[in-house]
Protein backbone atom coordinates (compact mmCIF):
# COMPACT_ATOMS: atom_id res chain seq x y z
CA UNK A 1 0.00 0.00 0.00
CA UNK A 2 2.91 2.35 0.68
CA UNK A 3 4.06 1.93 -2.80
CA UNK A 4 0.75 3.01 -3.73
CA UNK A 5 0.03 6.19 -1.93
CA UNK A 6 1.84 8.11 -4.23
CA UNK A 7 -1.04 8.10 -6.50
CA UNK A 8 -4.10 7.48 -4.35
CA UNK A 9 -3.66 10.11 -1.91
CA UNK A 10 -1.39 12.35 -4.18
CA UNK A 11 -2.24 14.97 -6.93
CA UNK A 12 -1.78 14.31 -10.21
CA UNK A 13 -0.63 16.90 -13.27
CA UNK A 14 -1.67 16.67 -16.32
CA UNK A 15 0.58 18.21 -19.19
CA UNK A 16 0.76 18.92 -22.96
CA UNK A 17 3.59 18.78 -24.05
CA UNK A 18 2.66 20.64 -27.10
CA UNK A 19 2.28 23.59 -25.28
CA UNK A 20 3.99 23.24 -21.74
CA UNK A 21 7.70 24.92 -21.77
CA UNK A 22 9.67 25.07 -24.90
CA UNK A 23 12.81 24.12 -23.65
CA UNK A 24 15.30 24.21 -27.27
CA UNK A 25 13.68 27.78 -28.44
CA UNK A 26 11.70 26.46 -31.42
CA UNK A 27 8.51 27.82 -30.21
CA UNK A 28 7.22 24.08 -29.95
CA UNK A 29 7.33 22.29 -26.26
CA UNK A 30 9.26 19.80 -25.53
CA UNK A 31 10.39 17.13 -22.52
CA UNK A 32 13.78 18.94 -22.12
CA UNK A 33 10.69 22.30 -21.49
CA UNK A 34 9.12 19.87 -18.92
CA UNK A 35 12.38 19.12 -17.23
CA UNK A 36 12.79 22.90 -16.11
CA UNK A 37 9.91 23.51 -14.97
CA UNK A 38 10.10 20.36 -12.27
CA UNK A 39 10.86 22.91 -9.80
CA UNK A 40 6.93 24.62 -9.91
CA UNK A 41 5.18 21.52 -9.72
CA UNK A 42 7.58 20.44 -6.67
CA UNK A 43 6.97 23.89 -4.85
CA UNK A 44 3.28 23.78 -5.91
CA UNK A 45 2.98 19.92 -4.33
CA UNK A 46 2.63 17.79 -7.28
CA UNK A 47 2.84 13.91 -6.93
CA UNK A 48 3.01 12.59 -10.49
CA UNK A 49 2.60 14.11 -14.25
CA UNK A 50 0.47 12.19 -16.65
CA UNK A 51 2.50 13.81 -20.19
CA UNK A 52 0.06 13.51 -23.38
CA UNK A 53 1.33 11.74 -26.42
CA UNK A 54 4.91 12.72 -27.08
CA UNK A 55 5.71 10.00 -29.39
CA UNK A 56 6.60 10.58 -33.19
CA UNK A 57 3.72 11.14 -35.50
CA UNK A 58 2.30 12.47 -38.52
CA UNK A 59 -0.13 14.86 -36.66
CA UNK A 60 -3.22 14.19 -38.19
CA UNK A 61 -4.77 14.08 -34.76
CA UNK A 62 -1.96 15.97 -32.67
CA UNK A 63 -0.41 12.97 -31.70
CA UNK A 64 -3.01 10.83 -31.13
CA UNK A 65 -2.10 9.16 -34.43
CA UNK A 66 1.23 7.14 -33.73
CA UNK A 67 4.16 5.69 -36.10
CA UNK A 68 6.79 4.60 -33.25
CA UNK A 69 5.34 3.82 -29.65
CA UNK A 70 9.17 3.48 -28.57
CA UNK A 71 10.51 6.59 -29.18
CA UNK A 72 10.22 10.58 -28.95
CA UNK A 73 8.98 12.83 -31.77
CA UNK A 74 12.24 14.25 -32.45
CA UNK A 75 10.53 18.15 -32.05
CA UNK A 76 10.00 16.71 -28.37
CA UNK A 77 13.44 15.37 -27.89
CA UNK A 78 15.07 12.43 -27.57
CA UNK A 79 15.12 9.22 -25.49
CA UNK A 80 17.79 10.46 -23.65
CA UNK A 81 15.69 13.36 -23.00
CA UNK A 82 12.69 10.96 -21.49
CA UNK A 83 15.61 9.01 -19.25
CA UNK A 84 16.59 12.71 -17.99
CA UNK A 85 12.91 14.14 -17.37
CA UNK A 86 12.23 10.72 -15.54
CA UNK A 87 15.62 11.05 -13.56
CA UNK A 88 14.77 14.72 -12.80
CA UNK A 89 11.35 14.03 -11.51
CA UNK A 90 11.68 10.94 -9.59
CA UNK A 91 14.85 13.32 -8.03
CA UNK A 92 11.64 15.69 -6.76
CA UNK A 93 9.05 13.25 -5.39
CA UNK A 94 7.25 13.24 -9.07
CA UNK A 95 6.09 10.19 -10.29
CA UNK A 96 5.47 9.87 -14.38
CA UNK A 97 2.80 9.01 -16.63
CA UNK A 98 2.94 8.07 -20.28
CA UNK A 99 -0.44 8.31 -22.35
CA UNK A 100 -0.60 5.39 -24.52
CA UNK A 101 -2.92 5.22 -27.78
CA UNK A 102 -3.31 1.77 -28.41
CA UNK A 103 -6.71 1.79 -29.86
CA UNK A 104 -5.50 2.54 -33.41
CA UNK A 105 -2.02 3.77 -34.78
CA UNK A 106 -1.31 6.03 -37.55
CA UNK A 107 -1.92 5.05 -41.12
CA UNK A 108 1.86 5.68 -41.47
CA UNK A 109 2.92 3.43 -38.71
CA UNK A 110 5.16 0.37 -40.57
CA UNK A 111 2.60 -1.92 -39.27
CA UNK A 112 -0.49 -0.31 -41.37
CA UNK A 113 1.83 -0.16 -44.26
CA UNK A 114 2.66 -3.38 -44.07
CA UNK A 115 -0.98 -4.28 -43.13
CA UNK A 116 -2.20 -2.39 -46.18
CA UNK A 117 0.18 -4.10 -48.83
CA UNK A 118 -0.92 -7.18 -48.96
CA UNK A 119 -3.87 -9.75 -48.15
CA UNK A 120 -1.00 -12.29 -47.53
CA UNK A 121 1.23 -9.97 -45.36
CA UNK A 122 1.86 -11.30 -41.98
CA UNK A 123 1.00 -7.33 -40.94
CA UNK A 124 -2.97 -7.84 -42.89
CA UNK A 125 -4.46 -9.50 -39.82
CA UNK A 126 -3.35 -6.77 -37.29
CA UNK A 127 -6.40 -4.13 -38.41
CA UNK A 128 -9.61 -4.56 -38.89
CA UNK A 129 -9.98 -5.39 -42.80
CA UNK A 130 -13.43 -6.74 -44.17
CA UNK A 131 -14.83 -7.57 -47.34
CA UNK A 132 -17.01 -5.36 -48.98
CA UNK A 133 -20.46 -6.46 -48.88
CA UNK A 134 -21.85 -6.68 -53.00
CA UNK A 135 -21.80 -3.97 -54.66
CA UNK A 136 -18.61 -2.69 -52.60
CA UNK A 137 -20.87 -1.62 -49.82
CA UNK A 138 -19.54 -0.84 -46.37
CA UNK A 139 -19.13 -4.43 -43.78
CA UNK A 140 -21.60 -2.57 -41.20
CA UNK A 141 -22.81 0.53 -39.76
CA UNK A 142 -19.99 1.10 -37.27
CA UNK A 143 -19.49 5.00 -37.18
CA UNK A 144 -16.50 7.25 -36.60
CA UNK A 145 -16.91 9.59 -33.92
CA UNK A 146 -15.23 12.20 -35.62
CA UNK A 147 -18.00 12.33 -38.56
CA UNK A 148 -19.12 9.86 -41.22
CA UNK A 149 -19.08 6.33 -41.68
CA UNK A 150 -15.96 4.35 -39.41
CA UNK A 151 -15.01 1.94 -42.72
CA UNK A 152 -12.56 3.23 -45.26
CA UNK A 153 -11.91 1.36 -48.42
CA UNK A 154 -8.83 0.35 -50.18
CA UNK A 155 -8.61 0.09 -54.12
CA UNK A 156 -5.67 -2.13 -53.88
CA UNK A 157 -7.12 -4.51 -51.71
CA UNK A 158 -10.85 -4.27 -52.60
CA UNK A 159 -11.45 -4.17 -48.45
CA UNK A 160 -12.70 -1.67 -46.02
CA UNK A 161 -10.55 -1.23 -42.52
CA UNK A 162 -12.02 0.23 -39.63
CA UNK A 163 -11.16 3.67 -38.06
CA UNK A 164 -12.71 4.80 -34.83
CA UNK A 165 -11.41 8.19 -35.17
CA UNK A 166 -10.00 10.05 -38.44
CA UNK A 167 -9.36 7.85 -41.65
CA UNK A 168 -5.72 7.92 -40.62
CA UNK A 169 -5.93 6.65 -37.28
CA UNK A 170 -6.48 2.43 -38.47
CA UNK A 171 -7.99 0.68 -35.31
CA UNK A 172 -5.79 -2.09 -34.43
CA UNK A 173 -7.22 -5.93 -34.43
CA UNK A 174 -7.17 -6.60 -30.84
CA UNK A 175 -8.04 -10.54 -31.23
CA UNK A 176 -4.54 -10.93 -32.64
CA UNK A 177 -1.97 -12.56 -30.55
CA UNK A 178 0.19 -10.87 -32.02
CA UNK A 179 -1.16 -7.14 -31.65
CA UNK A 180 -1.89 -8.29 -27.94
CA UNK A 181 2.15 -9.33 -27.58
CA UNK A 182 3.70 -6.03 -28.98
CA UNK A 183 1.48 -4.15 -26.59
CA UNK A 184 2.91 -6.57 -23.64
CA UNK A 185 6.75 -5.17 -24.47
CA UNK A 186 5.80 -1.77 -25.54
CA UNK A 187 4.10 -1.30 -21.86
CA UNK A 188 7.45 -3.12 -20.22
CA UNK A 189 9.82 -0.83 -22.82
CA UNK A 190 8.81 2.13 -21.14
CA UNK A 191 8.26 1.17 -16.91
CA UNK A 192 12.30 -0.33 -17.92
CA UNK A 193 13.01 3.51 -18.73
CA UNK A 194 11.49 4.04 -15.13
CA UNK A 195 7.86 4.83 -15.83
CA UNK A 196 5.50 4.82 -13.14
CA UNK A 197 2.38 4.55 -14.75
CA UNK A 198 0.09 4.54 -17.66
CA UNK A 199 -2.69 6.27 -18.92
CA UNK A 200 -4.65 4.75 -21.33
CA UNK A 201 -6.58 6.35 -23.98
CA UNK A 202 -10.10 5.23 -24.81
CA UNK A 203 -9.58 2.02 -23.30
CA UNK A 204 -12.95 0.38 -23.62
CA UNK A 205 -12.85 0.69 -28.04
CA UNK A 206 -10.10 -2.29 -28.09
CA UNK A 207 -12.25 -4.60 -28.63
CA UNK A 208 -15.01 -4.58 -31.44
CA UNK A 209 -17.83 -7.68 -31.73
CA UNK A 210 -16.18 -10.92 -33.19
CA UNK A 211 -18.83 -11.04 -35.69
CA UNK A 212 -19.25 -7.22 -37.01
CA UNK A 213 -22.99 -7.02 -36.73
CA UNK A 214 -24.78 -3.64 -37.28
CA UNK A 215 -25.17 -1.35 -34.06
CA UNK A 216 -28.55 -0.76 -33.24
CA UNK A 217 -29.86 2.79 -34.45
CA UNK A 218 -31.57 5.54 -32.86
CA UNK A 219 -32.70 9.20 -32.84
CA UNK A 220 -29.34 11.59 -32.56
CA UNK A 221 -27.92 14.63 -34.58
CA UNK A 222 -24.97 13.18 -36.19
CA UNK A 223 -24.38 9.74 -37.52
CA UNK A 224 -22.30 8.51 -34.31
CA UNK A 225 -25.03 9.71 -32.13
CA UNK A 226 -27.89 7.56 -34.10
CA UNK A 227 -26.46 4.18 -33.08
CA UNK A 228 -26.09 1.99 -29.81
CA UNK A 229 -22.90 1.44 -29.97
CA UNK A 230 -22.87 -2.25 -28.06
CA UNK A 231 -20.93 -3.80 -31.06
CA UNK A 232 -17.62 -1.29 -31.82
CA UNK A 233 -16.89 -1.07 -28.21
CA UNK A 234 -17.27 -2.25 -24.09
CA UNK A 235 -16.89 -5.77 -24.82
CA UNK A 236 -16.33 -8.57 -22.56
CA UNK A 237 -12.95 -9.91 -23.89
CA UNK A 238 -11.63 -6.18 -22.49
CA UNK A 239 -12.05 -7.38 -18.75
CA UNK A 240 -9.28 -10.43 -19.40
CA UNK A 241 -6.58 -7.81 -20.86
CA UNK A 242 -7.10 -5.15 -18.41
CA UNK A 243 -6.76 -8.04 -15.65
CA UNK A 244 -3.23 -9.07 -17.62
CA UNK A 245 -2.40 -5.58 -17.74
CA UNK A 246 -2.50 -4.91 -14.57
CA UNK A 247 -0.59 -7.76 -13.70
CA UNK A 248 2.05 -6.27 -15.72
CA UNK A 249 1.77 -3.38 -13.75
CA UNK A 250 2.09 -5.32 -10.42
CA UNK A 251 5.30 -6.66 -11.48
CA UNK A 252 6.46 -3.34 -9.93
CA UNK A 253 5.62 -2.28 -7.20
CA UNK A 254 3.54 1.41 -7.21
CA UNK A 255 2.87 1.29 -10.59
CA UNK A 256 -0.50 2.90 -11.95
CA UNK A 257 -2.85 2.32 -14.67
CA UNK A 258 -5.65 4.97 -15.28
CA UNK A 259 -7.90 5.13 -18.17
CA UNK A 260 -10.11 7.04 -20.32
CA UNK A 261 -14.00 6.03 -20.66
CA UNK A 262 -15.04 5.76 -24.46
CA UNK A 263 -19.07 6.72 -24.39
CA UNK A 264 -18.20 7.83 -20.61
CA UNK A 265 -20.62 7.51 -17.64
CA UNK A 266 -19.76 6.97 -14.01
CA UNK A 267 -21.53 3.23 -14.37
CA UNK A 268 -19.36 2.19 -17.17
CA UNK A 269 -16.32 3.87 -15.92
CA UNK A 270 -16.76 2.05 -12.02
CA UNK A 271 -17.00 -0.64 -13.96
CA UNK A 272 -13.35 -1.08 -15.02
CA UNK A 273 -11.83 -0.02 -11.73
CA UNK A 274 -10.93 -1.78 -8.94
CA UNK A 275 -8.38 -4.71 -7.57
CA UNK A 276 -7.15 -6.53 -10.57
CA UNK A 277 -8.69 -4.06 -13.29
CA UNK A 278 -7.47 -0.37 -13.47
CA UNK A 279 -6.41 1.28 -10.60
CA UNK A 280 -8.62 4.39 -11.48
CA UNK A 281 -10.96 5.39 -14.54
CA UNK A 282 -11.93 9.00 -15.45
CA UNK A 283 -15.43 9.72 -15.32
CA UNK A 284 -16.45 13.09 -16.68
CA UNK A 285 -19.64 13.71 -14.93
CA UNK A 286 -18.07 16.17 -12.75
CA UNK A 287 -15.97 18.18 -15.73
CA UNK A 288 -19.41 18.65 -17.07
CA UNK A 289 -21.37 20.07 -14.35
CA UNK A 290 -22.42 23.58 -14.12
CA UNK A 291 -21.80 26.18 -11.34
CA UNK A 292 -24.61 24.45 -8.80
CA UNK A 293 -24.24 23.46 -5.51
CA UNK A 294 -27.07 20.85 -6.35
CA UNK A 295 -25.79 19.73 -9.49
CA UNK A 296 -21.68 19.04 -8.12
CA UNK A 297 -23.52 17.28 -4.96
CA UNK A 298 -25.73 14.86 -7.24
CA UNK A 299 -22.93 14.46 -9.86
CA UNK A 300 -20.35 13.89 -6.76
CA UNK A 301 -22.96 11.35 -5.09
CA UNK A 302 -23.59 9.21 -7.79
CA UNK A 303 -19.85 8.60 -8.19
CA UNK A 304 -19.72 7.48 -4.79
CA UNK A 305 -22.13 5.16 -4.74
CA UNK A 306 -21.54 3.59 -8.47
CA UNK A 307 -17.86 2.89 -7.93
CA UNK A 308 -17.43 -0.81 -5.78
CA UNK A 309 -16.52 -0.74 -1.68
CA UNK A 310 -13.02 -1.04 -2.96
CA UNK A 311 -12.56 0.95 -5.78
CA UNK A 312 -10.53 4.44 -5.44
CA UNK A 313 -12.02 7.83 -7.33
CA UNK A 314 -10.59 10.10 -9.99
CA UNK A 315 -11.73 13.51 -10.00
CA UNK A 316 -10.85 16.24 -12.44
CA UNK A 317 -12.23 20.03 -13.79
CA UNK A 318 -11.12 20.06 -17.68
CA UNK A 319 -8.59 18.44 -19.76
CA UNK A 320 -7.12 18.93 -23.25
CA UNK A 321 -10.15 17.01 -24.80
CA UNK A 322 -12.72 20.36 -23.02
CA UNK A 323 -12.89 23.81 -22.25
CA UNK A 324 -11.04 25.28 -19.54
CA UNK A 325 -12.49 25.02 -15.79
CA UNK A 326 -12.27 28.75 -15.91
CA UNK A 327 -13.95 29.11 -19.14
CA UNK A 328 -17.06 26.98 -17.96
CA UNK A 329 -16.95 28.23 -14.73
CA UNK A 330 -15.70 31.35 -13.81
CA UNK A 331 -17.17 35.68 -13.83
CA UNK A 332 -14.96 36.97 -16.36
CA UNK A 333 -11.06 37.42 -14.92
CA UNK A 334 -12.62 36.99 -11.18
CA UNK A 335 -10.86 33.82 -9.80
CA UNK A 336 -13.16 33.14 -6.40
CA UNK A 337 -15.38 30.82 -8.00
CA UNK A 338 -12.48 29.00 -9.44
CA UNK A 339 -10.89 29.14 -6.00
CA UNK A 340 -14.33 27.24 -4.44
CA UNK A 341 -13.85 24.65 -7.45
CA UNK A 342 -10.48 24.36 -6.37
CA UNK A 343 -11.00 23.51 -2.59
CA UNK A 344 -14.02 20.67 -3.86
CA UNK A 345 -11.42 19.13 -6.09
CA UNK A 346 -8.58 18.71 -3.75
CA UNK A 347 -10.89 18.10 -0.62
CA UNK A 348 -13.43 15.16 -2.50
CA UNK A 349 -12.09 11.77 -1.89
CA UNK A 350 -9.90 10.36 -4.77
CA UNK A 351 -7.28 11.36 -6.35
CA UNK A 352 -7.44 14.69 -8.30
CA UNK A 353 -6.15 16.00 -11.88
CA UNK A 354 -5.47 19.38 -12.20
CA UNK A 355 -4.67 20.29 -15.66
CA UNK A 356 -1.61 22.86 -16.48
CA UNK A 357 -2.48 26.31 -16.57
CA UNK A 358 -5.50 25.50 -13.89
CA UNK A 359 -3.61 26.68 -10.80
CA UNK A 360 -3.23 29.50 -12.36
CA UNK A 361 -7.02 30.32 -13.87
CA UNK A 362 -5.66 30.22 -17.39
CA UNK A 363 -8.66 30.78 -19.97
CA UNK A 364 -8.80 29.51 -23.42
CA UNK A 365 -7.92 32.85 -26.02
CA UNK A 366 -10.78 33.56 -28.64
CA UNK A 367 -9.24 31.91 -31.94
CA UNK A 368 -9.99 32.98 -35.06
CA UNK A 369 -11.09 30.27 -37.45
CA UNK A 370 -7.70 30.58 -39.81
CA UNK A 371 -5.85 29.97 -37.01
CA UNK A 372 -7.27 26.89 -35.62
CA UNK A 373 -4.82 23.91 -35.57
CA UNK A 374 -7.24 21.43 -34.26
CA UNK A 375 -8.79 19.37 -37.57
CA UNK A 376 -11.67 18.22 -35.71
CA UNK A 377 -12.35 22.44 -34.83
CA UNK A 378 -11.66 23.05 -38.71
CA UNK A 379 -14.42 20.43 -39.71
CA UNK A 380 -17.09 21.36 -37.06
CA UNK A 381 -16.82 24.91 -37.15
CA UNK A 382 -18.73 26.69 -35.15
CA UNK A 383 -20.51 24.38 -33.72
CA UNK A 384 -17.36 22.23 -31.90
CA UNK A 385 -15.73 23.96 -29.26
CA UNK A 386 -12.12 24.17 -30.54
CA UNK A 387 -9.81 22.00 -28.72
CA UNK A 388 -7.17 24.59 -29.21
CA UNK A 389 -8.57 26.86 -26.98
CA UNK A 390 -7.83 24.29 -24.28
CA UNK A 391 -4.54 23.41 -25.40
CA UNK A 392 -3.08 27.48 -25.54
CA UNK A 393 0.38 28.07 -24.03
CA UNK A 394 1.64 27.69 -20.70
CA UNK A 395 1.74 31.08 -19.02
CA UNK A 396 4.98 31.09 -16.64
CA UNK A 397 5.86 35.28 -16.86
CA UNK A 398 4.90 38.41 -18.56
CA UNK A 399 7.94 38.55 -20.72
CA UNK A 400 7.41 38.34 -24.40
CA UNK A 401 5.87 35.05 -25.25
CA UNK A 402 4.39 34.47 -21.85
CA UNK A 403 8.14 32.78 -20.85
CA UNK A 404 7.62 29.62 -22.93
CA UNK A 405 9.75 30.40 -25.73
CA UNK A 406 12.15 32.58 -27.16
CA UNK A 407 10.35 32.53 -30.36
CA UNK A 408 6.37 32.81 -30.92
CA UNK A 409 4.98 29.74 -30.17
CA UNK A 410 3.06 27.28 -32.57
CA UNK A 411 0.23 27.07 -30.79
CA UNK A 412 -2.00 30.23 -29.48
CA UNK A 413 -1.57 32.58 -26.57
CA UNK A 414 -3.92 34.00 -24.66
CA UNK A 415 -2.91 37.92 -24.41
CA UNK A 416 -3.67 38.22 -20.58
CA UNK A 417 -0.15 36.26 -20.24
CA UNK A 418 0.57 39.96 -18.86
CA UNK A 419 -1.10 39.82 -15.81
CA UNK A 420 -1.98 36.04 -15.85
CA UNK A 421 1.12 34.17 -14.79
CA UNK A 422 3.02 31.85 -12.97
CA UNK A 423 5.65 34.56 -12.14
CA UNK A 424 2.77 37.20 -10.93
CA UNK A 425 0.69 34.36 -9.02
CA UNK A 426 4.00 33.29 -6.93
CA UNK A 427 4.14 36.77 -5.62
CA UNK A 428 0.66 37.53 -4.62
CA UNK A 429 -0.56 35.64 -1.72
CA UNK A 430 -4.08 36.06 -2.63
CA UNK A 431 -4.19 34.52 -5.59
CA UNK A 432 -5.33 31.50 -7.06
CA UNK A 433 -1.77 29.32 -7.61
CA UNK A 434 -1.08 29.63 -3.83
CA UNK A 435 -3.99 29.08 -2.69
CA UNK A 436 -3.98 25.84 -4.83
CA UNK A 437 -0.51 25.51 -2.93
CA UNK A 438 -2.42 25.86 0.20
CA UNK A 439 -4.85 23.19 -0.66
CA UNK A 440 -2.51 20.94 -1.86
CA UNK A 441 -0.19 21.47 1.34
CA UNK A 442 -3.34 21.11 3.73
CA UNK A 443 -4.35 18.00 1.69
CA UNK A 444 -0.89 16.32 2.68
CA UNK A 445 -0.97 17.43 6.11
CA UNK A 446 -4.77 15.87 7.32
CA UNK A 447 -5.21 12.15 6.49
CA UNK A 448 -8.62 12.87 6.61
CA UNK A 449 -8.45 14.47 3.22
CA UNK A 450 -6.42 11.61 1.38
CA UNK A 451 -7.97 8.75 2.98
CA UNK A 452 -11.41 9.73 5.22
CA UNK A 453 -14.48 8.50 3.76
CA UNK A 454 -17.03 11.10 1.88
CA UNK A 455 -20.18 12.34 3.91
CA UNK A 456 -22.49 15.02 2.98
CA UNK A 457 -23.86 17.64 5.47
CA UNK A 458 -25.51 20.61 3.56
CA UNK A 459 -28.56 22.17 5.24
CA UNK A 460 -29.28 24.47 1.67
CA UNK A 461 -28.29 22.48 -1.54
CA UNK A 462 -29.37 25.57 -3.51
CA UNK A 463 -25.95 27.07 -2.87
CA UNK A 464 -23.98 25.26 -0.36
CA UNK A 465 -22.07 22.05 -0.93
CA UNK A 466 -20.73 20.93 2.48
CA UNK A 467 -19.27 17.55 3.35
CA UNK A 468 -17.25 16.07 6.16
CA UNK A 469 -14.21 13.41 5.28
CA UNK A 470 -13.75 11.35 8.27
CA UNK A 471 -10.76 8.79 9.36
CA UNK A 472 -10.99 7.41 12.54
CA UNK A 473 -9.49 9.93 14.53
CA UNK A 474 -9.60 12.98 12.31
CA UNK A 475 -12.90 14.60 11.18
CA UNK A 476 -12.59 17.51 8.40
CA UNK A 477 -15.49 19.70 7.25
CA UNK A 478 -15.80 21.45 3.97
CA UNK A 479 -17.90 23.73 3.23
CA UNK A 480 -18.22 25.66 -0.34
CA UNK A 481 -20.79 28.77 -0.91
CA UNK A 482 -21.19 28.64 -4.71
CA UNK A 483 -23.57 31.49 -4.12
CA UNK A 484 -22.51 35.62 -4.33
CA UNK A 485 -24.13 36.20 -1.56
CA UNK A 486 -24.03 35.76 2.66
CA UNK A 487 -25.48 32.52 3.25
CA UNK A 488 -25.75 31.27 6.88
CA UNK A 489 -24.56 27.21 7.09
CA UNK A 490 -26.15 25.62 10.34
CA UNK A 491 -23.97 23.44 12.20
CA UNK A 492 -26.64 20.72 13.01
CA UNK A 493 -27.25 17.51 12.78
CA UNK A 494 -24.59 15.21 12.82
CA UNK A 495 -22.08 18.45 13.81
CA UNK A 496 -24.19 19.54 16.64
CA UNK A 497 -21.96 20.17 19.36
CA UNK A 498 -18.72 19.83 17.29
CA UNK A 499 -15.97 21.96 18.00
CA UNK A 500 -14.01 23.19 15.25
CA UNK A 501 -10.58 24.85 14.22
CA UNK A 502 -9.70 27.24 11.50
CA UNK A 503 -8.25 25.43 8.34
CA UNK A 504 -8.56 27.42 5.25
CA UNK A 505 -10.66 29.71 3.65
CA UNK A 506 -10.51 32.15 0.63
CA UNK A 507 -12.64 34.88 2.54
CA UNK A 508 -10.85 34.71 6.03
CA UNK A 509 -8.00 34.31 8.34
CA UNK A 510 -9.54 33.05 11.12
CA UNK A 511 -12.13 30.81 12.72
CA UNK A 512 -15.82 32.34 11.62
CA UNK A 513 -17.80 33.37 14.69
CA UNK A 514 -20.74 31.33 15.44
CA UNK A 515 -23.99 32.61 16.65
CA UNK A 516 -26.50 29.49 17.42
CA UNK A 517 -24.39 27.36 15.68
CA UNK A 518 -24.64 29.15 12.52
CA UNK A 519 -21.83 30.45 10.17
CA UNK A 520 -22.04 33.56 7.86
CA UNK A 521 -20.56 32.32 4.67
CA UNK A 522 -19.21 35.38 2.52
CA UNK A 523 -20.16 34.85 -1.47
CA UNK A 524 -18.23 32.12 -3.08
CA UNK A 525 -16.30 31.05 -0.46
CA UNK A 526 -14.20 27.73 0.89
CA UNK A 527 -14.47 27.35 4.15
CA UNK A 528 -12.23 24.33 5.49
CA UNK A 529 -12.45 23.44 9.27
CA UNK A 530 -10.61 20.52 11.25
CA UNK A 531 -12.82 18.88 14.59
CA UNK A 532 -11.02 19.46 17.65
Known amino acids: MDADRWWKEGVIYQIYPRSFAD ?22 GIDGIWISPFFPTPDVDLGYDITDYCNVDPRMGTMADYDRLVEAAHRRGIHVIVDLVLNHTSDRHPWFIQSRSSRDNPYHDWYLWRDPKPGKKRPNNWASIFGGHGWEYDEHLDQY ?50 MFRDNPTKLGLRYFDRQEHIYDADQPEMMPWLREMRAIMDEKPG ?3 VGETFFPNPEKAARYCGPGLLHGTFNFELSNTPWSASKFAKAIQRWETVLAKNAWPTNFLSNHDQARAADRL ?27 GEEIGMRGPRIKRADIIDPLSKKYWPFYPARDKARSVAQWSGQEYAGFSPVKPAYPLHPNFTKRNVEA ?28 KYQPVSDDPRVILAYLRQTEDQTVLVVLNMG ?40 EEALILKAV
Not at 23 to 43: M, S
Not at 330 to 353: F, N
Not at 428 to 452: C, M, T, V, W
Open 23 to 44: GNGDGFGDLPGIIEKLDVLQEL
Open 161 to 210: YFHMFYKEQPDLNWRNPAVVDEVRKIMRFWLDHGTDGFRLDVFGAYFKDA
Open 255 to 257: RYL
Open 330 to 356: AHGEDDERLKVAAAMLLTLRGTPYIYY
Open 425 to 452: QRADPNSLFNFYKKLIHIRKELPALRQG
Open 484 to 523: GKLTPFFLGGALTGMKWEFVLSNKRTTLPVLSNQTILLEG
